[in-house]
């Protein structure tokens, strides 16, 4: 995209659509402040720029409120809208196109989705979805490639698992991508093999390239359903913002001409993904894009990987995996190659932001903004570094995300469900600093708390649940899996609003409603600090605005088109 055209967008993004004034009545409001204490309110005073003027009373805000139209909230519960710090936008809304797999039970019941689906697609040139996890299909193993063509074996099948960070092809998908017993592990990946070195159709991290390549990529046409899609869902569930962790160069396009035309209706702040080379040369020349106008888009973050995940056995661990001691995981890239993409992008004025799942990637992400803390100064702590997911982490490490001043952006919901693995793959003792959320904060580190969607489903109120209890929704096990570690209601609230706006430095604009933030509040049937954890499963969300707009309502379930 042209420096001219971007100008044109920007100029764009900043020509604020008309609003009006509001007063919102007879709500039982919530809010967190400044400082994180609760404040409780029943009327929301809005301005016309889409921004809170006040909360209080009503008696109280209507003699400044003089012109405003009057919205009844009918004693529903008013609070700020959940933000979600780290999602994949479009990658939910493919998937809501494309095969899931995620609710199957076992690998027979896989298959015969698998089969149905391409039964319904005979036009199909390959047939794509995911959501597979062989963990809870009880296999012990990875499915196969032979397994897969009893489902479809004349067209090329490729399947993501849940996590994204392996792939299962079938013996026609192999063959095209040409990977045979000759085909060399990639850097940062791996083929799974049989007994005999042939490829068994799994593909790890970096070895999903292979395939990935041949792969035909989702039309403009598509991609714009699915942004559609997405936000939509996003929306109905209460969200009102969400960090994209893992923005394309085409993603990034659309997304600023969704912005630009009013067809964004929820707020997203990008992570450019590091491994999209043309958008990293572009973002080089043109810099950071910061929210303006509407704050609808963003994108001055930019994501690196330091390994895969735990489930495929791709996160990097300093010692060898419990379960499988012939294996200590990946990292995708050497100390020097990871920090020399760390150096490049905080030089260009971005915020850093290393996925690491074991404890050997968190180590080496840790080392790096240590260096960078040393090389930039306040440079670079001001632009406030993440570690995404910080999932296993040594113990002796944790007070050095304090040194290093960052940000751990975990997601609760992975706790709930790797518990079922999770010991198995870690052991006994390294256990104890993973999903570690009371050590993080003991130790003066900010938390911020998304849900990883599609990977899991983007439902905050789960994430919410998690956080509090680490039980699944039956309520297992008693008293929380490791539930020390657990989050209080208003630890968990907060990592989902205030503290999520923080660590994309949006404070004081998003995750409150206190003067001057942007209007973005949900209506609710129940109180996140006075309801029960199982309530929290529960809640169903009544309205949505953003900027002062309704843009979701329950009744109609669709978004507004009005602006």
């Given amino acids: 995209m042209q420096k001219a055209t971007l100008l044109a967008l920007s100029l764009l993004f900043g020509a604020a659509h008309a609003a009006e004034p509001l007063l919102i009545h007879n709500a039982h409001g919530l809010t967190l402040d400044e400082k994180g204490r609760v404040q409780r309110f029943d009327a929301l005073s809005i301005d016309a720029d889409g921004r809170v003027l ?60 698998i089969k149905a689906h391409a039964a319904a697609r005979p036009d199909a040139a390959w047939l794509l979805g995911g959501g597979w996890n062989q963990a809870n299909w009880k296999l012990g193993r990875f499915p196969t490639a032979a397994e897969l063509d009893s489902a479809e074996s004349q067209r090329p099948v490729w399947l993501e698992r849940v996590d994204g960070h392996a792939g299962w092809a079938n013996s026609r998908a192999l063959q095209i991508a040409g990977i045979t017993r000759d085909t060399p592990d990639p850097q940062g990946g791996k083929i799974e093999r049989d007994e005999r070195g ?12 292979l395939m990935n390549r041949h792969v035909p990529a ?45 067809r964004l209706k929820i707020r997203i702040d990008g992570m450019a993904r590091g491994s999209d080379g043309a958008l990293i040369e572009r973002l080089r020349r043109e810099g950071p894009l910061a929210p303006s106008g509407e704050g609808l888009y963003s994108l001055r973050m930019v994501k690196l990987f330091a390994d895969g995940a735990l489930g495929s056995r791709g996160a990097a661990l ?50 790096g903004f240590e260096t960078l803390q040393r090389e930039f100064g306040t440079k670079s702590t001001a632009l406030r570094h993440r570690i995404e997911h910080a999932q296993v982490i040594a113990l002796a490490d944790i007070p050095r995300f304090v040194k290093a001043q960052v940000i751990a952006s975990v997601q609760p ?43 899991e489903e983007p439902t905050p109120w789960a994430g919410l649940y998690a956080a509090v209890t680490r039980q699944d929704a039956e309520g297992k096990p008693p008293g929380g899996w490791y539930g ?35 209007a973005d509040f949900i209506l609710v049937d129940h109180d996140p600090l006075g309801s029960s954890p199982a309530a929290l499963l529960k809640t169903r969300v009544l309205q949505t605005w953003v900027g002062g707009r309704l843009v979701y309502e329950a009744a109609s379930g669709t978004t507004a088109t009005s602006r």
Avoid at 237 to 253: F, I, M, P, R, W
């Fill in 318 to 367: 300093l010692a060898p995996y419990s379960d499988a001691p012939q294996t200590q995981g990946l990292l995708f890239n050497k100390d020097e190659q990871l920090l020399a993409q760390m150096r490049a992008a905080v030089k260009a004025g971005f915020q850093v932001n290393v996925h690491a799942i074991g404890d050997a990637a968190n180590r080496q992400a840790l080392v």
């Fill in 218 to 262: 989702p039309s403009k046409a598509e991609m714009s359903a699915a942004l559609e899609v997405a936000q939509k869902e996003l929306l109905g569930l209460g969200l009102t913002a969400v960090q994209d962790a893992g923005v394309s160069n085409e993603a990034d396009q659309l997304m600023r001409e969704f912005a630009a035309a009013g």
């Fill in 198 to 209: 042939e490829p068994t159709g799994v593909l790890v991290d970096g070895a999903m390239g």
């Fill in 484 to 518: 020390q570690q657990a989050l209080n209601s208003l630890q968990a609230l907060d990592c989902f609003t205030r503290a999520a706006a923080y660590a994309t430095r949006r404070e004081g604009e998003l995750g409150t409603l206190t003067p001057g933030a942007r």
């Fill in 54 to 113: 006040a909360t209080g009373k009503l008696a109280e805000l209507q003699a400044k409120a003089a012109g405003a139209r009057r919205v009844d909230a009918k004693g529903q519960v008013l609070m700020p809208g959940l933000i979600d710090a780290h999602g994949h936008v479009l990658d939910l809304g493919l998937s809501r196109l494309t095969l899931s797999l995620r609710d199957t039970a076992d690998l027979p019941a896989a298959l015969a989705a």
């Fill in 413 to 455: 919901v992975h706790a709930t469900s790797d518990m079922n693995m999770a010991e198995d793959r870690v052991g006994a003792q390294r256990i104890q600093g993973a999903y570690a959320w009371q050590r993080l904060l003991k130790s003066g580190a900010r938390l911020a708390c998304g849900s990883d969607f599609p990977v």
